[in-house]
Every structure is written in structure tokens, then in C-alpha cells.
């Protein structure tokens, strides 16, 4: 079971508790949204989703690191090989053309572990933000329409912070 009945119990628990009417028309609750969307079985399995995405790409990246590591070291020997004082000095000059070759070979593939790191990060970022959004979005329409239900005007975020990742001014703790 994902406790999918979780969530309405907590947001009517929120609103329910937290209630003041202010006049004898206006109604308002309050919620910690943060903490409905915390506890929320959705997002932990997005969380989760987002790990396990995370932990795949983390995987190829150091297969990618392993590949460059490999040929750096393969361009050490090569480097060494072609300074060699036993070989002709054409056989230098093969093992150095070899040397510069893997050397190229060293550079496609450290700018493909950057473009990798890149893309891997963008893809990653978009995907939390899109299933918090929607999930974000199923929890407001949740608690409008526990609130529409229980008549009130108007439902405050308590967790709100400003722009500034600080509390709000005015904003009661209970």
C-alpha cells in the first residue's frame, strides 16, 4: 500500500487544526506545505526514482573515467617508448606519432566525461523539477478542495519563505 490516503488525512488534519476565523466571513487556514509535501508518498518515490536515475549515471561516468585513465596511461608508455635510446629513430618517430594520437584520443574523451557530467546534471535537475511540480500541483488541488469544502476564504503556506530563503514577516509559529 502507498498510503494514498495518507495525504488527504494530513492536509485536512493541517487545516482542520490550524483555523482562525478572522471575521464573521473570512475564513483562513493555515498548512506547512513543506512538510505535507515531505511526507508525501509520491515524492518519496520520486526522491527515490531520482537516486536510482542518479546512480545509473554515476555508473557510466566512471566507466568513462576508467576509459580515460586507461588511456593515459597507455599514452605514458607509448611517450616513454619513443624516447627509447635501443630504437631507430624512425621507430621513435612512429611511437611518438602513436603517442600524439593517443593524446588526442585523451582529450575527445575527457571532453566527453564533461559533456556527460553536463547533460547527466540538466537531466537530472529537469526531471526533479517537473515531479515536484506535478506533485506540488496534486497536493494544491487537494487541499483547494478541502478547503472550498470546509468553507474557507483563504489557506496560508506556514513553511512560505521569501525569495531570500527566509520566514516570512508576520508569519505566526505554533
Not at 574523451?109 to 515536484?132: G, H, M, P, Y
Not at 478547503?147 to 508569519?171: F, H, M
Amino acid at each position: 500500500m502507498k498510503f494514498a490516503g495518507l495525504l488527504p488525512v494530513l492536509v485536512a488534519a493541517f487545516l482542520a487544526a490550524t483555523t482562525a476565523p478572522t471575521t464573521a466571513q473570512t475564513k483562513i487556514a493555515t498548512i506547512d506545505l513543506k512538510r505535507v509535501f515531505d511526507g508525501y508518498w509520491k515524492t518519496q518515490q520520486a526522491d527515490s526514482s531520482l537516486k536510482e536515475k542518479a546512480g545509473d549515471f554515476e555508473k557510466k561516468n566512471k566507466l568513462m573515467v576508467e576509459d580515460y585513465q586507461k588511456a593515459t596511461e597507455e599514452y605514458k608508455k607509448l611517450l616513454d617508448s619513443a624516447g627509447d635510446a635501443a630504437v631507430s629513430a624512425a621507430e621513435k618517430e612512429k611511437r611518438k606519432k602513436a603517442a600524439e594520437s593517443k593524446l588526442l584520443e585523451i582529450n575527445e574523451i575527457e571532453q566527453s566525461i564533461k559533456q556527460f557530467e553536463r547533460s547527466a546534471r540538466a537531466q537530472i535537475n529537469e526531471q526533479q523539477r517537473q515531479l515536484r511540480d506535478k506533485i506540488l500541483g496534486e497536493i494544491r488541488e487537494l487541499i483547494n478542495a478541502k478547503a472550498r469544502t470546509a468553507g474557507y476564504n483563504l489557506v496560508i503556506d506556514s513553511a512560505a519563505e521569501t525569495v531570500n530563503s527566509t520566514p516570512e514577516i508576520g508569519r505566526a509559529h505554533v
